[in-house]
């Protein structure tokens, strides 16, 4: 008489590449939208270069909202700069597009309007 041995699947590897899948899709999704956000403020603003920048995001059905600080250098200006700001936009496909952005200091109304709207499109940041 013969004995059979079956091995057990190896659950923990499979659960570690799916995390690590989940954490390349979140690293990824986060870059897109540090690089949608970085366009518009080179596109919209007098910035020379951003230099760093660190965000905060939440993401509601196709509507995205972004909370962050921004470190870059002013295109008349000489020196390095930071600044708080808020932004709103959507994800297209798997693009994301930023439509609207402000600074906490250059412009409260508006920075306070983004807010507005984004609370009420239930995709505002959570800061811990």
Known sequence: M????FRKKDDDNNEKKEEEKLEQI???ESLRIKQAVEEYILTNFAVKNVL????VYK???NDIGVIGLVAY????REGVFT????AKGSKIKDKFVI?????SQGEPYLYNQILNILKAKN?????N
């Not at 013969?2 to 041995?5: E, L, P, S």
């Not at 250098?73 to 008349?76: A, I, L, N, S, V």
């Not at 439509?99 to 600074?103: G, I, K, S, T, V």
């Open 2 to 5: 013969a004995v059979i041995k």
């Open 26 to 28: 979140v690293e990824d």
């Open 52 to 55: 760093g920048m660190d965000i």
């Open 59 to 61: 993401i509601n059905k």
């Open 73 to 76: 250098e002013h295109k008349r």
């Open 83 to 86: 600044a708080d700001f808020i």
């Open 99 to 103: 439509d609207n952005l402000a600074f």
């Open 123 to 127: 995709c505002l940041p959570q800061i």
